[in-house]
């Protein structure tokens, strides 16, 4: 039903709390900041509201001709896990393309009672190929910034001083990719504000498809969300406090009392008498978790399309040339995937580009100057002849009528195999059947399945012995574990992707060492080995002369007891060199702190014991910081 019409909100913010991991969006007081910066908002945003149901009137299925928007993403930077990839860049692109025209692989989870109003929106999107100035660019732009991080008020990563200012937002839709202070998600700003902030903002960590450490919320529908603020629609519930007196202005979506987490699966929720059908917790503008959203609907759909109409305040975007490489009206191919990945072959996929005749295909290994090329007429090719166990980039260039696009960005992937690779120490998946090795020499192992486990024995001697395991040319998200001869855990690594994993203990007794090897969540490889080495020293490992307690700390150990724990977390043996004051921050895998504390510990081994009876179920991170340095681990909360 239609619902009554409130003052709607000039700025949406998503947030992931802490307890929960909700998006919450903190409305109200932004929409009073920026009415109070420009009085004029209100009237300007009145006047689009007008237009926009003149539109809908006249136009009651919102159909016109597809929009393609040029895209410009502004990644804004302050270390380089925040510097994302072009890759990551790309698939983002793909996720909005596929949402936006109902091509999400998740569309056929649309209930039966909904799926009538589900709608292509019509509008795609594609990473520009010309920049204001018609010079031919990648459409993303990097700015290495000396701010942390960057709140929803100043709006400071959208400024020459601590990011990118915006290209021309007639041409362009701007998107900001940065670290957002506060557990902020992401924002938009709504038609007719500020023509120097106009655009979407996105958390680095929740732009793309993320890993697990930004779920639910690592699918890309955060920027859908945002894109979707931006096109003119508001919350489905209308951000009313739960009265059932606000409204989204669409007439197709239900009249609902609040926003809807996480994911209700199949469950009909009834509320603000909109039974039989309930709630549409699946659509874009809730607050469920990315993989529970698959739909705009129609009526959203009108609502965006009176944007691009003539008079439409985004209607310029139809005219706009920043994806035609250069100048001409040729249109970059976007949407780029590579599947199909084997030792000497794979598939490049890419959207189809409006005026295509043909796409021109090149491809080269990232370490090499020489491009091979080909030719395809459809929107995907296979390719064979690749050496196993190597990086490669491939770029694609539309093919119309009398002219050509520029190349895409680069897409990069690596080919499987690349050695021999066999796993030597079989049936070694219990400390009981662990496999001897031998410290200095360097061995392969293979995580073939999801349950597979790695276990190996060494022996010391002496009774002073260090310790030092490293893994290393991990094929994926692989962690372990040092164990003493009885089996008790004395040391873990855990760091994520495929980094190197280490574990340093100075030992003061000899005998028998346990490592066990794992794949975090199910990583495996049926292919690809990791290295394992064992080295071993009289002495402790550290640097002679200068060390400091940023070096002291990175080599540090740290158990984690039990795990999984219910109770009592116990942290200990800490191989330090002095006398020192830590913060002990717990995190969820969101990185939302849950709790901090301090401790002092002393020059050797140390035990600290941490309650987290108050912690619901989960996985969490527990940060060790000397305010130089911190040592991460993962531990269980059953």
């Given at each position: ?6 003052l ?31 009085p ?31 895209v ?7 270390t ?14 793909d996720?909005?393309?596929k ?23 019509e509008v795609?999107?594609?990473?520009a ?46 998107i900001?990719v ?11 700003q709504?038609?007719g ?12 960590v929740?732009?793309g ?7 639910p ?14 096109l ?31 994911c ?6 009834i ?8 709630d549409m917790?699946q ?5 469920t ?26 209607n310029?975007?139809t ?26 072959g ?17 491809y ?6 020489t ?41 990069t ?40 486990i ?45 980094s ?6 100075n030992?003061t ?13 199910g990583?495996?490889s ?17 640097t002679?002369g ?37 913060d002990?921050?717990?995190t ?10 301090k ?40």
């Amino acid at each position: 039903m239609f619902k009554k019409h409130l003052l709607p909100l000039a700025l949406f913010v998503c947030i992931g709390t802490t307890v929960f991991g909700q998006r919450v969006c903190g409305t109200t007081e932004y929409m009073h900041e920026l009415l109070e910066s420009d009085p004029a908002y209100k009237t300007r945003m009145d006047e689009i509201e007008r237009f926009t149901q003149d539109y809908i009137t006249n136009n009651p299925s919102g159909s016109r001709s597809v929009v393609t928007i040029p895209v410009v993403v502004h990644i804004v930077y302050n270390t380089a896990s925040e510097n994302i990839s072009d890759a990551q860049v790309t698939n983002q692109l793909d996720v909005l393309n596929k949402d936006f025209r109902r091509l999400n692989a998740d569309a056929t989870e649309t209930p039966a009672s909904f799926a009538g109003v589900a709608a292509d929106s019509e509008v795609e999107f594609c990473l520009a190929t010309q920049d204001p100035s018609g010079a031919a660019t990648t459409g993303i732009t990097r700015k290495s910034t000396t701010k942390t991080s960057f709140s929803t008020t100043a709006n400071d990563m959208k400024f020459s001083t601590y990011g990118t200012p915006i290209w021309d937002r007639n041409k362009y839709l701007n998107i900001w990719v940065c670290d957002i202070s506060g557990g902020i998600l992401g924002y938009a700003q709504f038609p007719g504000g500020s023509a120097s902030t106009d655009g979407v903002v996105i958390d680095y960590v929740y732009f793309g498809v993320a890993g697990a450490g930004s779920a639910p919320y690592n699918e890309g529908r955060t920027a859908t969300h945002e894109v979707g603020h931006w096109l003119n629609l508001y919350h489905i519930w209308g951000d009313d406090g739960t009265s059932c007196a606000g409204s989204d202005l669409v007439a197709d979506t239900p009249n609902q009392a609040d926003e809807n987490y996480g994911c209700p699966g199949g469950t009909i929720k009834i509320s603000c008498s909109n039974g039989p059908n309930g709630d549409m917790y699946q659509n874009y503008m809730d607050y469920t978790d990315d993989g529970c959203m698959n739909l705009f609907t129609t009526g959203q759909k009108t609502r965006m399309q009176a944007l691009f109409a003539v008079g439409g305040t985004r209607n310029s975007l139809t005219s706009s040339t920043g994806c035609s490489g250069g100048g001409g009206t040729c249109p970059t191919p976007s949407s780029l995937s590579t599947t199909g990945i084997s030792t000497s072959g794979a598939t490049f996929n890419w959207g189809a580009a409006a005026g295509a005749v043909s796409y021109n295909v090149r491809y080269k290994p990232t370490a090499s100057g020489t491009w091979t090329n080909t030719t395809s007429g459809s929107t995907s090719i296979s390719v064979s002849g690749l050496t196993a166990g190597t990086a490669y980039e491939w770029q694609v260039q539309t093919a119309c009528s009398g002219s050509t696009s520029a190349y895409s960005s680069s897409a990069t992937f690596s080919t499987t195999g690349g050695g021999s690779c066999s796993d030597i120490y079989e049936s070694n998946e219990t400390s009981g059947t662990a496999k001897t090795i031998t410290a200095g020499t360097t061995i392969q192992g293979l995580i073939s399945s999801s349950t597979d486990i790695d276990w190996y024995k060494f022996t010391t001697s002496s009774p002073n012995t260090k310790i030092k395991v490293t893994m290393s040319s991990l094929p994926a998200d692989y962690d372990m574990v040092l164990y003493n001869q009885s089996v008790v855990q004395k040391g873990i690594s855990e760091n994520g992707g495929t980094s190197d994993e280490q574990i340093i203990w100075n030992t003061t007794g000899g005998g028998t060492r346990y490592v066990k090897v794992y794949g975090y969540s199910g990583a495996m490889s049926t292919t690809d080995c990791y290295d394992l080495l064992v080295q071993t020293s009289s002495s402790s490992w550290r640097t002679d002369g200068s060390e400091n307690a940023l070096e002291e700390w990175d080599n540090a150990i740290i158990g984690i007891v039990p795990n999984p724990v219910q109770d009592i977390l116990n942290i200990d043996y800490f191989s330090i060199q002095e006398d020192m004051q830590v913060d002990l921050i717990i995190t969820d895998l969101l990185g939302k702190t849950v709790e901090v504390s301090k401790a002092s510990v002393v020059y050797g081994n140390n035990l600290i014991s941490v309650d987290v009876n108050d912690l619901s179920s989960g996985v969490y991170v527990v940060r060790i910081s000397n305010g130089k340095s911190s040592y991460s681990s993962k531990f269980i909360v059953q």
